[in-house]
Structure formats: structure tokens, C-alpha cells
């Protein structure tokens, strides 16, 4: 274990120590490249215009498509009319749920419900009978230009029958609550247990124990760039589909059987990305319709999402209640927590299943042995949720984090000492939970490093200051576990992935991969990965992903696991040509195999230097004399290979224990935030940060992930929220109400790494992406908290918006 | 039944320069400055991520004053000098301020691209050496959802820093 | 997307501008700087046919009528931050040009007569105009009105503006010493309240922005913290509610930021 600091400026010259760690057996030697981290691929064409997203997609006879979408939370539809709109002369086609369900079938889940013994329904692409939520696709216009489809939506008349809607999750629990899908009886969708020990009895005997409740509400991914597609339908059958996907394969393999097309035929290409982050997941409705528009317009049909519609797709509404038994030290003796997740409606989009890991993740970096938590996804009439990083992980990181500060609070000690008599200690790993194989681990070293970088000794002398004068500052610690790289057999979710590298004549290499990038750069830390093993320069290596036509099969990009497991892949592929190619070069140079090293663009004896062949010379020997030279009898160079299976433990263990994950990175954040205790208002003044996901490959990248995940946490802390308004529609629908984070809100965050290798991982990496978001959320829901703490309340609703820190504020919502 | 015949949407010619080149095209009164450079001209580099003024990657310079295209009937725009992403630099290549912008690592999916590098190079011309705090302000008008602006900040710091020691003799 | 068939208008005279608002009343808006009208059209928020543009009838200008400040409809933002005149004469709408958010994407060609046409309660300008006694010059097809700020704020997105009438100019009283506050969420959020303060010889008020429908002028009597606590919570009676904040919020903070209004006219300003 080490500690590294990010370059903060010149990411190029900055020079990595040498402290970075053993690797583990098979793990390719860094030590000379980490620190010269390659430029982002093809940053020349995003920084001159000239990259192209699916926006920029435009085949010749180009149609456009529009999407009529319910008004209404809950309603029967009576009947739907578009004989207006289809006498439109700029019109195309007018496609009804009632026309579409004798030309797709229903959807294929992102994650089928059942799989994990929850309940599970069927949608379609377009509603037939019945709406469920403010937003739903009802009918789709396609016509010459997009404001003409657009305009022609006025002109279809659906007859809706409005039912009573539910939009709360406790009032949808009840008894009397309308109920969404009535052959389940109740809104209930399933249940996620996770315990070990006896919960009740320890907090029952404990010394002291508190219960309390924390709200977290409606958030959404905002990403830069919103979802869309174009598909062409050619007249012989062969379907592509340009699509603003994190997930191109299975895309194409759920559009081949709701479209009744085999699978060779359909094509579809991930375009570059503009940012994903869990609401590109595939699973939408509009993914199938739009193919279908374009078979029946007979030209290729493009519909992109507007702003106002992608903020529809929700995350994060969480309700814990828990109770906690703790001794007179801090160190807990029991924690409950029971978890309610608003998942809006169920659809086929991936995002209720976060209230899986939302209770799995716990106890987090705890060692407690006696809990029992509860997530139990409800169905209401908000509209559904995709994915969003954190992936529900935020949610525990949340509620641990708080329970430590209130027991530190109710003890009397500080909040870091709590959390070091309650860390699992590093001699303890691996350590199981009852879903947690936790791979490795110095908790307590990375928040000690936390705090020695936010000198927090400090900031509490300078807390104490100012409040001297009547100002309240807050000091928050947030603790992350974020297990990364989920695999879930009988889903498409899988945590294994597929590289195709592929040595070109002229020496030129490609890799081919199942993984996908929306921007975090795992393509050039692919190609650099692949590039080292042949010992030539990353220029040399093409990286190609998102097209499903020169790709292996693969799952595309989420729970951060495309380095991991596609760049593990063409490690293992690159491993084994170049032991083909060794074996070739030894044939021609007569030398042994063993000797020959791939460096400086040449296969090189160790023993005699001058017994040499270019990269180049000896990959066009191999194609023009393979099979015809004697020992070159291997001429195929070509390796498809997937990653190692690591960690993962699907089949319980005697215990009943089962790891779904199998890495576990960490992070350690200490914020300073200031609280106008006049007005609510929050200011962040200084973030901290220790991240530790074991072996980076590229510490600039890994840097990038985190900083954008603390802004995102952030966000979701202090602003981030989609209210609903009386009538059941989502009432933030521009940037001016649902606030992301602008640079004037944030600090600079000083971040560096430590680096705890997973015994497990071929790299020894464990995911980077995800990993900051509950942490920094956590942090600031304890920063704003400790705040607010010489004035005796608790604010325990996020985001704290000024309205809600003013409340408890004003309520004096007794702690 | 006939089908309805809507009537044609009003029409003009539009004289533009765009990237040091004239322009004329046909268009739609009701079209935005964006939409004409994006589907007309096919300057697919400036991007639409909210279309109500709030994103900034839809940023080009209009005329010297940087400006976003989504917030411009394309119609009020003859005569207009714009320059578009794609003409921030000569072709082939990159200012100080791109080049930080890689260097540092400053952007990771880049769809936000255009209001972050108009932005910058406006503040630097007007202020060689602008603070962090300055920085930070000149970004308020666009949104990044990748970075958390660290690197964004650091590149522009960095530019400035580049522009100055190129001057200095 | 625009989905009306709509047709652009760029008149040279006032005159010809109203005759066309007379003429399609109903199915036109002015166009100043865009920035609110066009994206609630590309929403199918407005459906409008025509839409007439102020560019071609100058109206930038910034200049001394007698004791007061003529400000044109198309004056920006920008313009006001860099005017020598407004910062000697009336600092507070520099004052206020300066946080507006948007940018300089934003601030270049942003209007503050469009932000007072828009006439929404969340933002800045309403309630500065109307403590600067701002009187709003219309012209119309039988020439030129004037009409005071705070009549001309009907309400919420309402303005007392008839047909074929569009806003030429705004005057404001020369008011050499103000103090500003204004409180939002965070750097993209609407404003939740603002103040302007105003010391005109002795009498001192304070006018709150975005805390009701409409501007709320309050006379300080005295300006001890209590006094003006008072005065405001007297004076706030029907707080504006948005998806933002609620009423009872704004009506809470609106004594705060009416007293860091004031402390700043005292102080002046640290930003
Ligand atoms: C990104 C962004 C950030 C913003 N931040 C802030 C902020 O921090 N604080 C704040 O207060 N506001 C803010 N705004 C709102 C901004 O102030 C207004 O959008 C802008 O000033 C309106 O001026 P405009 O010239 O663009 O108006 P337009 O959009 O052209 O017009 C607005 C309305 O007024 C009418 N109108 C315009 N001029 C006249 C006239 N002369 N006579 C009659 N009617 C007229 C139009 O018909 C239209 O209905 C922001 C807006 C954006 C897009």
C-alpha cells in the first residue's frame, strides 16, 4: 500500500514515484508508464469539432420522428385517434401502441425482475392500454422535418380515462393505495434481504441506540448529451442502428427478438458518447420504435430525446429508517436499516434494480457482525428509473456514514476515531459479508491520509473560530465502499468481457472489444495496455468499440469494469500472439522462443541484441511465409479472449453468503462546507479526497473519474432534485430547476491515491468510475450537519437545499 | 378527405460568414442559428445539450461576442460573422487554449466542448492572467457533467500561462 | 424545434414595428435578445407566427434624460456593466448585470427591458427597476405612453402592454448609493429573493425582487435589525411559489436579504 498524488497540473511530465505497488502475479509491470499517462485518444477531433455523436448522423432521405407522451400519472386509454395527423401532408407515418403490438413484441428487461425473485411484468414500446406514469410513450409522428413531427403530435386525440395515481412511496405501501399492475395486488416489487447475526437482540441489549430516518429525493443523470438513435431499415432487410448507447450488443440481440430479425442482420453502432453514467443503459422503448419508424417510413428516422424528456428518467429516491446499538467507545453492536426505494414505475430500463446494491453494500467498511437490511423497491406512478453512478452504493455509503457521525455525536468523540474503532482491519481480508467477498483493504490508512490532507486538525481550529463570531462552518467525513464490476448470471449484466487484438502485415494492431467508453478513456488505456505487451508505440494500436459488427460479443460499459475486464481481455489476447510470435521469430532467427523480449518496436534476443526482427518485419513473415517455412506453423494472428473469472461467488456458501461483485474500491472524503444559517445556504469551501481502487493503469483518468463523481456527489447533496407537482408531472424540466453543479459552486478538490492491489484481478485494478459519489454525498450530508450542530438540529433530507436547512433550522428538529 | 395542405413555412436567404468563409443558404424563418450551422451547413461540432441557454455547447462567436446559438433565430443573423468550434483554430491546429485542454486532461466525453473553449479564450483575451476565481466565473455559463471542473480550471490556468511566457520576449 | 410556420420580421422604424405588432396582435411577440422567447417557442411553450425584431431601431443606447438614465429596450447586460455613465450615476443595474448567471454566451445580447418583459417573478430585474422608479416608455400605433414600473407589472409573466405596443425604453431615477443582495441555490438556480436598498436624501426603502408576483417596495423607517424585520414580514403577505422554493421559504428570508441589502448600501459592496 502506497500513497501517490494526482499530478495537479501537467499530467504528461508529472512523474509517478516509484512506490507504486508489487503487482500481482500475471499483472503487467507499470512502473515505467504510470505517470505518463498517453493524451486522451481523438482529443483533437472533440477539441476541433470534428468528433461525431449520434446527433451528427444523418444518412441521405434523413426522417424525423416525435413522440407523443402521457399527460396523465395513471389512466386508462380509452382509444386513440390520429386520423388528423396522419392527413398531414409532411407526414409519414403515425404509429399507435395498438398499431406497434403486431410489430414488435414486448421488451426484454435490462434486468429481468424475476431473476432476482422479484415481481415482473410486460411492456411494450408504445402503451396500449393503459398509461402509469406522466411521460409515457403513448403514439410516434414521422415526418419530413422535426418540427413537423413534432408539430403533427397536436393533431392525434388520445381519449384518456384518468385513474387515481399514487406518487409516494410509504402512501403506495399502504393498504388502500391504487395499485399499478393489479395482477401483483400491491405496489410492491420485491424484497432485499441481507443479514448476518441477530440485528434486534444486539440493538435490544446495547448501551445506547438510536433511531432515526433519512430521505433522500428524486435525482437524475444529466448528462451532456441525451439519448437518441437513428435507425435505417434497409429494403433487404438489414436493420442498423446509430445509438447514444452504453450497451450496443445486448441492444442488438433484445431489437432481434422484439423485431422478429436475426441477429446477423441487425447492426448497431454506439456512437461516441457524451456522457452516459447510467441513463444510457439500454432497455428504453424508444430503442425497438424507432427502428420500427423506419421500416414503415421506408427511410432512415432519427429521434432525439429532448432535455425536458430526459429528465424524466429518475434515480436515487430513497427513504432510510434505522436503528443503531452501540457501546460506550462508538464501536456498534447492531445496525437495522430499512430501505425504501421510489423506483417510479417498473419498465424495462435497468434502474429499480439499484435498490439491490443500495442494501447489499452494507455494512460497508464496517465490521459488524450482527445486522439486518432491508431494500425493498415500491412502484408509483413517477416515471421509471435508469441507472445513475453510485448505483444505489450511494445510498449506504449515506446512511453509514451518518449513523457514525450521530454516534460519535451521542459519545462525545470525534467522528474520524469512530470510524477507526469500527473499520474492518486490514488483517482481515478477504472478509466476507453475507453478499460481500471484500478483496482488500486499509480503511483506516486512507482516512487517516484524508485527513492529513484536508488538515483537519485545522479546519476544526478554524471551525471553532468562526463560529466564534457567529458563522457555522461543518467538517464532514465520507467513507465510500464501492463495490465494482457486478456480475449477474442470466442477465446481460455480466462482469466478464471479450478483446479481439489482431496484428496487422504492416505491424499495425487492433483491438477489437465487447467494452465501451462514454468518455472515461478506456480506450486509450486499452490500446496502451496492448501496446506495451508488443513493445510498441500506443500509435501503433487502433482501439474499435460500439460497432457490433467488427466487435466480440460484449456487455458494453457500467459498474466501471471496461478496463478491468476488456482491457484484461486484450491483455490476455495481446499475451498470446505474442507467444505465437516469439515462437515464429525463434524459428526464423533460430533462437529460443524464451528469449526473445518485444520492446522498442522489435523482437529482440536478451542474450544476443543483434538477433533481431522488427515488430513489423516479423508479423508480414508470419503472413507471407506461414505454413510454408518449417516452425512457422502458427499463422493466425488473431486472439479473441475474455477476461479471468475473479472473486466472484455465485453459488452460496454453507452460510448463505454469495459475492455478486468482486472488487471493492474505496474512497475517503473530508469536506468543509460553510452553512448560512440565515438563509439555508450552503457554500462548499474545501474537498478532500483518498481514493484507493488498487493498481491504476492510468492515474490521470482514474483522477478524472473521481473529480467528476465528487462534483456529481455534490450535486446530489446540496441541489440535485426532481420534485413533482400535485398533478403528478415532474416539475423540473430545464437546468434552471434541476441544478447541477456550475464551476463557481465547487472547490478545487485535492485528491490523491493510495494503491491496496486486489489479490484477485489479473491487473490488480479494481473498478474506478463509480467510486466518490457516496462518499462525497455522505460527506456533505455530514458537513452540512456538523454545521448545523451548535444549533441543535439535524437536516436529514437531501439534497439540502436551502429551503430544507432552513426548515430543520427553523423547526428545531431536536437531534 | 384530402389531405391537409399546410402552408409552406416562410423562407429567405441567409448571407453568412462562417469560419472566414461566405455562406449563403436557404432558410426556414423559424430556424435557430444552431440548427442552420448543424443541418444546413453541416457544422455538426456545435452541440445542442439543452436548447433553453443553460449548457453552453451550442457557443460560437458571433460577430467577436461569444454567444449561444440556440438562443439566436438564424433569421436575425444576416451578415453575421461566425466562427464555430470547428474554426476556433486554423484547421490543423490547436491554440494554447486546446492544447492545455488536452494536456491537462480537461474534458472526458468533450460534448460540452464548445462553450468551454469560447469561454476561455474570451476571458484570456481579456485577461492574461486571470485567478482561479475568475476562471471559475467566466465557466459559469456552460455545464460539465464529467470533470467536476478541476482539470477544466487547471487547463485554462495553465493556457493563460503559456499565452504569457509566448509574449514575453 | 419551432413547429409554427413562423415569419420573421425586422422592422427599421418604430412606427413600422408597431403597425406589425397591431397587425398580427395575438399571434406576435417582440424579439429582443431571444434568450426566453425563443427557447419556450422551440418548446411549443408559445405558438406564434411572426415574430418582430427590435435590432433594426438602435435602441441601445444608455444616455442622461435631465436627472434620470435612459436605458433603450436593447441595452444588454454587458452594456450595462460597462457603462461609465450607469456606474457613476446608477451603480445598482451594474451591480445587478454582474450576477446575472448565463455567461458571456448569455450576458452579450440578454436585455434587461426583455427580463422586465418576461415579467417573472424569480429574476433579478423587475425588482431593481422598480426600485430605481423606473417609468417603462411604450410605443404603440398611437405613438408613445409612459407608464410607471409598478403599474406596468401587472403580475406574474403579465405586463400592462397593449396591442401593437412594445417597450422602446426605461428611465430610472439617478441613485448614486444602493445596496444589493441576492440569494439563489446555486450558480444556475432562478433568484429566490432579492433586495435592492435605495437612500434617496432621508428616506431609505428597500424593494424586494422575486418574493411575490410582483415587486414589493418598502419604506425603512428605521433601520434597526428589528424594525426592518418588521417592516418586511408586515409587508410580505402572499410570497411567490416555485418549483424551487416555496412561499413560506422566500417569506422567511426576504428580512435577511432586505437587511444585507442595507448593510451593503452602508458598507458598499465586497464582491
Ligand atoms: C442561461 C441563462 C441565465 C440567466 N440568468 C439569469 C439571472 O441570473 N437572473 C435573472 O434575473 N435572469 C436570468 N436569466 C434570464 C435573462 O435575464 C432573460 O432571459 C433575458 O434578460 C431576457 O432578455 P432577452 O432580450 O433575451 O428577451 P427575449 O427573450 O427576447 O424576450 C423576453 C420576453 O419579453 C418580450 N420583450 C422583449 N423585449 C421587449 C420589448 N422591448 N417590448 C415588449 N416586449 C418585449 C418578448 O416578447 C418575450 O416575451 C437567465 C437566462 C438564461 C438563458
Redesign the pocket.
Known amino acids: 500500500m502506497t500513497t501517490t498524488p494526482t499530478p495537479p497540473h501537467s499530467l504528461r511530465t508529472a512523474a509517478e514515484p516509484d512506490t507504486v505497488p508489487d503487482p500481482p502475479p500475471g499483472a503487467p509491470d507499470l512502473h515505467e508508464t504510470d505517470g505518463h499517462q498517453p493524451l486522451r485518444r481523438d482529443g483533437d477531433l472533440l477539441l476541433t469539432g470534428r468528433a461525431r455523436f449520434v446527433d451528427d448522423i444523418a444518412p441521405r432521405g434523413l426522417m424525423h420522428a416525435a413522440i407523443l407522451r402521457s399527460p396523465h400519472p395513471h389512466a386508462l386509454i380509452r382509444g386513440v385517434d390520429a386520423t388528423r395527423a396522419r392527413e398531414r401532408a409532411d407526414v409519414e407515418v403515425v404509429l399507435t401502441g395498438a398499431d406497434a403490438v403486431d410489430l414488435a413484441t414486448p421488451l426484454p428487461h435490462f434486468f429481468e425482475p424475476s431473476i432476482v425473485g422479484c415481481r415482473t411484468t410486460e411492456f411494450r414500446c408504445l402503451a396500449t392500454d393503459r398509461v402509469r406514469w406522466v411521460g409515457e410513450p403513448v403514439a410516434a409522428v414521422v415526418a419530413t422535418s422535426l418540427a413537423a413531427a413534432e408539430a403533427a403530435l397536436d393533431d392525434i386525440v388520445v381519449d384518456y380515462e384518468p385513474l387515481p395515481a399514487v406518487l409516494d412511496a410509504d402512501e403506495a405501501l399502504r393498504e388502500d393505495a391504487p395499485v399499478l399492475f393489479e395482477e401483483w395486488g400491491d405496489n410492491r416489487l420485491g424484497l432485499f434481504p441481507f443479514a448476518e447475526g441477530d440485528a434486534a437482540a444486539k440493538i435490544a441489549a446495547a448501551p445506547h441506540v438510536i433511531r432515526d430516518e433519512l430521505r433522500v429525493g428524486r435525482q437524475h443523470v444529466a448528462p451532456m448529451e441525451t439519448r437518441g438513435y437513428v435507425a435505417e431499415w434497409e429494403p433487404g432487410g438489414r436493420l442498423t442502428l446509430w445509438a447514444s448507447t452504453q450497451n450496443p450488443h445486448p441492444l442488438r440481440t433484445n431489437l432481434a427478438t422484439t423485431l422478429g430479425v436475426p441477429e446477423d442482420r441487425v447492426r448497431v453502432v454506439a456512437t461516441r458518447m457524451g456522457g452516459g453514467f447510467g441513463h444510457k443503459f439500454n432497455g428504453y422503448g424508444e430503442e425497438p420504435l424507432v427502428c420500427l419508424l423506419s421500416r414503415l417510413a421506408d427511410a432512415p428516422v432519427k429521434w432525439i430525446e429532448t432535455r425536458k424528456d430526459c429528465l424524466l428518467v429518475g434515480a436515487r429516491e430513497f427513504t432510510h429508517r434505522f436503528e443503531v446499538g452501540f457501546d460506550d467507545d462508538g464501536v456498534v453492536l447492531g445496525l437495522s436499516d430499512r430501505i425504501v426505494g421510489n423506483i417510479g414505475c417498473l419498465a424495462p430500463w435497468g434502474g429499480w434494480s439499484m435498490t439491490f446494491p443500495a442494501g447489499m453494500t452494507f455494512p460497508g467498511p464496517y465490521r459488524i457482525a450482527d445486522y439486518a437490511i432491508e431494500s425493498v423497491p415500491v412502484v408509483t406512478n413517477k416515471a421509471p428509473w435508469n441507472g445513475f453512478r453510485g448505483y444505489g452504493k450511494e445510498q449506504a455509503a449515506m446512511a453509514l456514514e451518518r449513523i457514525m457521525d450521530l454516534v460519535a455525536e451521542h459519545r462525545g468523540i470525534d467522528p474520524a476515531e469512530v470510524r477507526r474503532r469500527n473499520f474492518i482491519p486490514p488483517e482481515a481480508f478477504p472478509f466476507w459479508t453475507a453478499a460481500k467477498h471484500l478483496d482488500s483493504g486499509e480503511y483506516a490508512a486512507a482516512l487517516d491520509k484524508a485527513l492529513a490532507l484536508a488538515g483537519y486538525d485545522a479546519l476544526r481550529e478554524r471551525q471553532a473560530a468562526a463560529l466564534a463570531q457567529g458563522r457555522h462552518l461543518g467538517v464532514g467525513i465520507g467513507f465510500e465502499l464501492t463495490p465494482e464490476g457486478g456480475d449477474f448470471a442470466g442477465s446481460f449484466v455480466r462482469g466478464f468481457d471479450t478483446s479481439t487484438v489482431r496484428v496487422h502485415p504492416s505491424g499495425a494492431v487492433s483491438v477489437l472489444t465487447g467494452v465501451t467508453s462514454p468518455g472515461t478513456g478506456n480506450e486509450t488505456s486499452i490500446a496502451h495496455l496492448v501496446a506495451r505487451e508488443f513493445g510498441i508505440a500506443v500509435e501503433a494500436v487502433g482501439v474499435t468499440q460500439g460497432d457490433t459488427d467488427s466487435c466480440p460479443y460484449g456487455f458494453g460499459n457500467f459498474t466501471s469494469r471496461s478496463l478491468a475486464t476488456g482491457g484484461a481481455a486484450a491483455v490476455l489476447a495481446a499475451r498470446e500472439l505474442r507467444e505465437r510470435m516469439a515462437d515464429a521469430a525463434s524459428a526464423l532467427l533460430d533462437a529460443d522462443a524464451a528469449d526473445f523480449e518485444f520492446r522498442d518496436g522489435a523482437v529482440v534476443s536478451r542474450t544476443a541484441p543483434e538477433t533481431s526482427l522488427t515488430f513489423a518485419e516479423l508479423a508480414e513473415t508470419i503472413y507471407r511465409r506461414g505454413l510454408a517455412a518449417p516452425g512457422l506453423d502458427q499463422p493466425l494472428l488473431e486472439v479473441t479472449r475474455i477476461d479471468l473469472p475473479h472473486n466472484f461467488h455465485h453459488v452460496p456458501d454453507d452460510q448463505g453468503r454469495f459475492s455478486a461483485y468482486p472488487s471493492f474500491p474505496y474512497s475517503a472524503h473530508v469536506a468543509l462546507v460553510e452553512v448560512d444559517a440565515e438563509t439555508g445556504v450552503v457554500e462548499v469551501l474545501e474537498y478532500s479526497a483518498i481514493d484507493d481502487c488498487g493498481v491504476v493503469i492510468s492515474p490521470g483518468f482514474v483522477a478524472g473519474q473521481l473529480y467528476g463523481a465528487i462534483a456529481q456527489g455534490i450535486g446530489g447533496a446540496l441541489w440535485e432534485e426532481v420534485p413533482y407537482d400535485e398533478d403528478g408531472a415532474p416539475a423540473a424540466e430545464t437546468?434552471?430547476h434541476y441544478l447541477t453543479p456550475r464551476a463557481p459552486d465547487l472547490p478545487s478538490f485535492r485528491l490523491e491515491h493510495q494503491h491496496t492491489p486486489s489479490p484477485f484481478t489479473l491487473l490488480g485494478t479494481k473498478g474506478a468510475g463509480e467510486s466518490g459519489v457516496g462518499g462525497a454525498m455522505a460527506a456533505l450530508l455530514n458537513a452540512v450537519n456538523d454545521g448545523l450542530r451548535p444549533l441543535g438540529v439535524h437536516a436529514h433530507r437531501v439534497p439540502l437545499t436551502p429551503p430544507v436547512v432552513l426548515d430543520a433550522i427553523v423547526s428545531g428538529g431536536a437531534p | 378527405m384530402t389531405a391537409v395542405e399546410p402552408d409552406a413555412a416562410p423562407e429567405r436567404d441567409l448571407a453568412l460568414t462562417v469560419n472566414g468563409r461566405r455562406k449563403r443558404v436557404r432558410i426556414e424563418d423559424r430556424q435557430l442559428l444552431v440548427d442552420v450551422l448543424r443541418d444546413n451547413l453541416g457544422m455538426t461540432g456545435t452541440h445542442i445539450g439543452c436548447a433553453?441557454?443553460?449548457c453552453?455547447a451550442c457557443t460560437v462567436r458571433m460577430d467577436g461576442q461569444i454567444t449561444?446559438s440556440c438562443?439566436v433565430l438564424a433569421a436575425s443573423a444576416e451578415g453575421a460573422d461566425v466562427t464555430t468550434i470547428e474554426g476556433y483554430s486554423p484547421r490543423g491546429t490547436l491554440d494554447h487554449v486546446q492544447q492545455a485542454f488536452w494536456d491537462l486532461d480537461a474534458f472526458q466525453c468533450g460534448f460540452c466542448l464548445p462553450g468551454h473553449l469560447f469561454a476561455v479564450r474570451d476571458l484570456l483575451d481579456r485577461d492574461p492572467d486571470p485567478g482561479e476565481d475568475d476562471i471559475r466565473e467566466a465557466l459559469r455559463?456552460n455545464l460539465c457533467r464529467c470533470t467536476g471542473y478541476v482539470n477544466l480550471v487547471a487547463a485554462a490556468g495553465e493556457a493563460a500561462r503559456r499565452e504569457r511566457e509566448d509574449q514575453s520576449p | 424545434m419551432i413547429r409554427t410556420h413562423l415569419r420573421y420580421h425586422r422592422p427599421d422604424t418604430p412606427d413600422d414595428a408597431a403597425a406589425l405588432l397591431a397587425e398580427h396582435h395575438g399571434r406576435v411577440?417582440?424579439?429582443?435578445?431571444?434568450?426566453?422567447?425563443?427557447?419556450?417557442m422551440h418548446r411549443g411553450e408559445?405558438d406564434l407566427d411572426h415574430?418582430v425584431d427590435?435590432r433594426g431601431l438602435g435602441?441601445r443606447a444608455i444616455e442622461r434624460t435631465g436627472g434620470r438614465v435612459r436605458l433603450g429596450?436593447?441595452v444588454?447586460?454587458d452594456d450595462a456593466l460597462a457603462s461609465a455613465l450607469l456606474a457613476e450615476a446608477v451603480p445598482l443595474l451594474p451591480r445587478?448585470a454582474r450576477?446575472?448567471?448565463?455567461?458571456r454566451?448569455?450576458t452579450g445580447?440578454?436585455?434587461?427591458?426583455?427580463?422586465?418583459?418576461?415579467?417573472?417573478p424569480?429574476?433579478?430585474?423587475?425588482g431593481a427597476l422598480s426600485a430605481l422608479g423606473a417609468t417603462v416608455e411604450?410605443h404603440g400605433p398611437d405613438g408613445p405612453r409612459e407608464c410607471p414600473v409598478d403599474e406596468f407589472l401587472l403580475g406574474a409573466q403579465s405586463?400592462d402592454?397593449r396591442p401593437g405596443?412594445?417597450?422602446?425604453a426605461v428611465t430610472v431615477d439617478g441613485v448614486a448609493r444602493s445596496g444589493y443582495c441576492?440569494v439563489?441555490h446555486a450558480t444556475?438556480?432562478?433568484?429566490i429573493a432579492?433586495a435592492s436598498a435605495i437612500e434617496d436624501g432621508d428616506a431609505l426603502t428597500v424593494t424586494l425582487?422575486?418574493v411575490q408576483a410582483r415587486p414589493l417596495r418598502i419604506v425603512i423607517p428605521d433601520p434597526t435589525r428589528s424594525a426592518v424585520d418588521d417592516a418586511v414580514a408586515a409587508a410580505v403577505t402572499a410570497p411567490w411559489t416555485d418549483v424551487l422554493a416555496p412561499g413560506d421559504y422566500r417569506a422567511r428570508i426576504a428580512p435577511v436579504v432586505a437587511r444585507r441589502a442595507l448593510t451593503e448600501l452602508r458598507e458598499g459592496a465586497h464582491a
Open positions: 437546468f434552471k | 433553453n441557454g443553460d453552453g449561444k438562443l455559463g | 411577440a417582440v424579439l429582443a435578445g431571444g434568450s426566453q422567447l425563443l427557447p419556450r408559445v415574430v427590435l435602441l429596450a436593447m444588454t447586460y445587478v450576477g446575472v448567471t448565463g455567461g454566451q448569455l445580447h440578454a436585455t434587461l427591458v426583455g427580463a422586465l418583459c418576461h415579467a417573472f424569480g429574476t433579478d430585474m423587475p411604450l405586463i402592454r405596443e412594445f417597450v422602446a441576492k439563489k444556475g438556480s432562478w433568484p432579492t425582487g422575486a
